[in-house]
């Protein structure tokens, strides 16, 4: 890694100054963050890390910090990323695997896994962490052998803040992300749930500050909107052919997410963050309704262009034949005065 890309697009998080001693230093770690677990001994249980990436250079050197320590493998894939994370990734020690850029990140993440060698998986996300307490508890888990996986609770930061409720909040959005390598099933289908396979011991951790993942989910409501576009765009298409919409069901989507968020999940106890994030949700809801109806019946952005451009033509149209029938009496008009 050149000088010049560790002044650049590395300083864009205090960490990097940690980063950039270990470049000075000859690819020497820093002191306190070596991978420590890559020199472990005896019978204890290895562990990988896998994170999917795509453009995450303000986060990937967090979510790698936070594990490297203690893991003896992190494999990151990278789906052709336009920024520095590649080269941050591989610069703190990651192996990294390329894969081609999709909006469904589930398929990359299932290439990660392929990738792990460990006898456990630890699945991250770039945009997350993994406080210390935590990951001792994880540690306790690999080596009692108490479980075959582990049910973490998340705590989801949204605008800034974080989500309690709503149905974000660490009880409620729960994560079977750490498990013993072949305990669970995966698929490529966009945010689908990991299943645990019959037999598979899974321990369900209570949340207490410190033993949860952490994730900086959305930082406003743009990103929030960037992403809905996207998401729900899949979601409609990969249920084209087992969901069927009716009209009204745009709006009893709307209506039962964000009453499900803010009165039963209770959303209202978050505040303004609960209160926004449970219509935003709605929103979602009702976008993926209303793009799922967009499918079935064959609309497009196509077809709608190929049917405005018909209605304009018709009325360019209008003002040709006008002015035709103007020029028409025109002529008349020139020819009845020369015969006077």
């Not at 770690?29 to 019978?43: F, I, R």
């Not at 893991?71 to 994370?85: A, G, L, P, R």
């Not at 035709?324 to 020369?338: K, V």
Request: aromatic share 10%; net charge neutral; with cysteine.
């Amino acid at each position: 890694m050149s000088d010049d890309l560790l002044g650049g697009a590395l300083r864009l998080s205090p960490i990097f100054r940690e980063l950039r001693a270990e470049h000075l230093n000859g690819g020497t770690p820093a002191e306190g963050h070596s991978y420590s677990a890559e020199h472990k001994t005896g019978s204890a249980p290895s562990i990988s890390v896998v994170i999917n990436t795509l453009n995450e250079e303000r986060n990937i050197a967090h979510a790698i910090m936070s594990v490297r320590s203690w893991v003896n493998e992190v494999v990151v894939v990278d789906m052709e990323s336009d920024d520095q994370t590649a080269e941050i990734a591989r610069s703190l020690g990651a192996k990294l695997f390329s894969y081609p850029r999709v909006i469904n990140f589930d398929a990359a993440r299932v290439a990660g896994v392929e990738h792990a060698t460990c006898d456990w998986i630890l699945l991250l996300d770039a945009d997350e962490v993994i406080p210390f307490q935590l990951s001792r508890r994880l540690l306790g888990v690999a080596a009692t052998n108490e479980a075959d996986a582990f049910s973490i609770p998340r705590l989801n930061y949204f605008s800034g803040e974080p989500l309690y409720n709503a149905g974000f909040g660490p009880e409620q959005d729960r994560q079977l992300r750490f498990y013993r390598k072949g305990s669970v099933s995966l698929n490529d289908v966009l945010h689908s749930h990991i299943q645990a396979k019959s037999g598979t011991r899974v321990v369900k951790m209570s949340y207490r500050p410190g033993t949860c993942i952490v994730h900086f989910s959305y930082k406003d409501s743009a990103q929030f909107v960037s992403k809905l576009n996207k998401y729900t765009s899949l979601t409609a298409w990969q249920r084209r052919d087992s969901a069927r919409w009716k009209d009204r069901s745009l709006v009893v989507a709307a209506t039962v997410e964000f009453l499900k968020r803010y009165i039963w999940k209770r959303g209202f106890l978050s505040g303004a963050p609960g209160l926004y994030f449970s219509f935003m949700m709605a929103a979602y809801r009702m976008t993926q309704a209303f793009k799922l109806r967009e499918i079935q019946l064959r609309c497009s952005e196509e077809s709608a262009t190929a049917r405005y451009q018909e209605i304009a033509r018709g009325i360019v149209q209008e003002y040709e034949s006008v002015g035709n029938a103007s020029d028409l009496a025109s002529t008349e008009s020139r020819g009845r005065q020369s015969h006077d």
